[in-house]
């Protein structure tokens, strides 16, 4: 993180290295003039990461964030500004940060994969696999049949199994469920989601389902640290029902200030595909627990 020089606007600020796109230039090629002008240092590989739009009480800005993957050279203070590298748990606690570093922040803390198990297998037939499932991900507990007390035993079950695997499980039953027994966060579907006053307390992670732009805006607005976006592509679970394509999921996504998963006929084969649109990931049933 860099912090803004003396002179220039919100000075002694923190935020992201960067600047403006200047006309003719894609956003990658701004990139890599900014952080060669900034930090002399030669871009190799980068992607794109989080799109959102900030309102400050004079201007609207979009910030099209990207992920550095390779570059060259040690980053120098050409501009007579303080910077720092940080682990991505502390970005959001460096003081004073602008208020744009949060939702990149929150883009580069979560995993990029989001697994739903299958509504309809019996939850101790999938334990077994879930060795298979990508480190660190992020793994919906949804069982609709199973009655409150039955999935609240099997859910405890899977939080312990899954302790020190890496693997981040959200339940999404009522929300004291999920702090009661340990869970990494809570899922929210959209009805759940637009009923909500506030966002519930004692959760580290709040996710939301999300089908609409208003819905979107709702998770949003609520302090939710992501969403789930679909369908992308025509599913077996809702035949028939329209698909958005990625162009209509880029476009409904919007310019929200969360990340959001792309859902729907997808899998760890589309992530790259997904990201390419500005989505966090994929989340996906079958493409990760079939053999």
């Known amino acids: 993180m860099a912090q803004r020089p003396e002179g220039k606007i919100a000075a002694g600020w923190w935020e992201f290295p960067g600047g403006k796109i200047e006309d003719g230039e894609t956003p990658l090629q701004a990139l890599k003039r900014e952080l060669h002008e900034e930090l002399g240092v030669e871009l190799r590989a980068a992607r794109p990461l989080i799109r959102f739009a900030h309102d400050y009480s004079n201007r609207r800005v979009v910030l099209d964030t990207w992920l550095v993957t390779a570059f060259e050279g040690q980053p120098q203070s050409r501009e007579r500004q303080a910077f720092a590298w940080l682990p991505p748990a502390h970005l959001a606690a460096q003081e004073p940060a602008l208020p744009t570093v949060a939702p990149i922040a929150s883009a580069l803390r979560l995993a990029p994969h989001y697994v739903f198990t299958p509504p309809t297998t019996e939850p101790r037939q999938l334990l077994p696999r879930l060795a298979r499932l990508p480190a660190g991900a992020l ?49 929210a579907d959209s009805r759940a989601l637009m009923q909500l006053q506030a966002r519930p307390p004692g959760l580290e992670l709040c996710v939301a389902s999300v089908h609409a732009a208003a819905e979107l805006e709702r998770a949003a607005a609520l302090g939710f640290d992501a969403a789930v976006l679909g369908s992308v592509q025509a599913t077996a679970s809702h035949p028939g029902a329209p698909a958005l394509g990625w162009s209509g999921f880029a476009e409904r996504r919007g310019l929200v200030p969360i990340p959001v998963y792309a859902l729907g006929g997808l899998g760890p084969a ?15 049933i079958s493409a990760y627990w079939s053999s």
């Open 139 to 187: 793994l919906r507990l949804r069982w609709p049949g199973l009655s409150d007390g039955d999935y609240a035993r099997h859910a405890a079950e899977w939080i312990a199994a899954t302790r020190s695997s890496g693997l981040q499980l959200l339940l999404d039953r009522d929300p004291a469920m999920a702090v009661a027994l340990g869970a990494a966060g809570w899922h």
């Open 270 to 284: 589309e992530l790259e595909q997904a990201q390419a649109h500005y989505a966090q990931g994929v989340a996906g």
